[in-house]
């Protein structure tokens, strides 16, 4: 099973700041899942990257796949309090690609 | 139309005692996934069916944990003979397609053992 670790685990930061959170494994992802998880609502999927070095942009968020697929970063512009909340990784596989191993995920928090 | 529903969203019950838990796919999705979750970490797959084939059950952690989905749209994991290392959230999702597409998720069942 693939181990992804996600740093910070924690941050709280203040409304218009920027903020970059990282997602790293030792094994090759086939491909990687960014969500978002709210309190006591369930993950929603945000975006899922799969070519190395490949760039994704979602309104003030950027996501970045490494060139070697084994590290991803999500880029926040100008945080939100909408922004809050936890941010997951999760690796992509199983045969048809359905099983999701997930980070702990870092716990944003955007004050405002 | 709806999301993926969950019953009960809260269950408490006693060490020893079953439970089942109950997941309300997306109308028309054909895959069901079932993960736990617990506090400060990320959902960890438990099981996967394509209608109503089980088609991978490796991250049921041991024998006390099973699921069903025998009409290929409603599921129910069940848990007999509950421990306290069994409380958690436990999460539902579906996805349109077999496998690889987008897996939508259900609010959750916390479970309390006592």
């Known amino acids: 099973t693939q181990l992804l670790e996600q740093s910070p685990q924690f941050l709280s930061i203040q409304e218009g700041e920027n903020l970059t959170v990282y997602c790293n494994s030792s094994?090759?992802?086939?491909?990687l899942q960014w969500y978002r998880q709210e309190p006591g609502e369930g993950p929603v999927l945000l975006v899922t990257v799969v070519t190395g070095g490949e760039v994704k942009k979602l309104k003030r968020l950027t996501f970045q796949f490494g060139d070697a697929r084994k590290d991803s970063s999500l880029h926040i512009t100008a945080a939100q309090p909408g922004d809050t909340g936890l941010y997951l990784c999760a690796s992509v596989s199983g045969g048809s690609n359905y099983k999701l191993t997930f980070g702990k995920g870092t716990l944003l928090t955007v004050n405002p | 139309g709806a999301g993926v529903s969950q019953s009960p969203r809260y269950k408490v019950t006693k060490r020893g005692q079953d439970v089942a838990l109950r997941c309300d796919p997306i109308s028309g999705h054909v895959s069901l996934y079932w993960y736990r979750q617990a506090l400060g970490q990320g959902p960890e797959f438990l099981t996967y069916f394509n209608y109503e084939a089980q088609q991978d059950k490796s991250g049921l952690p041991n024998d006390r944990f099973s699921a069903e989905r025998p009409e290929g749209s409603i599921s129910t994991l069940t848990i007999q003979r509950t421990e306290q290392r069994d409380s958690a959230m436990y999460r539902c999702?579906?996805?349109?397609?077999?496998?690889?597409?987008?897996?939508?998720f259900g609010p959750g069942t916390r479970l309390t053992v006592l």
């Open positions: 094994s090759v992802f086939s491909s």
């Open positions: 999702a579906s996805s349109y397609a077999k496998g690889g597409d987008e897996q939508f």
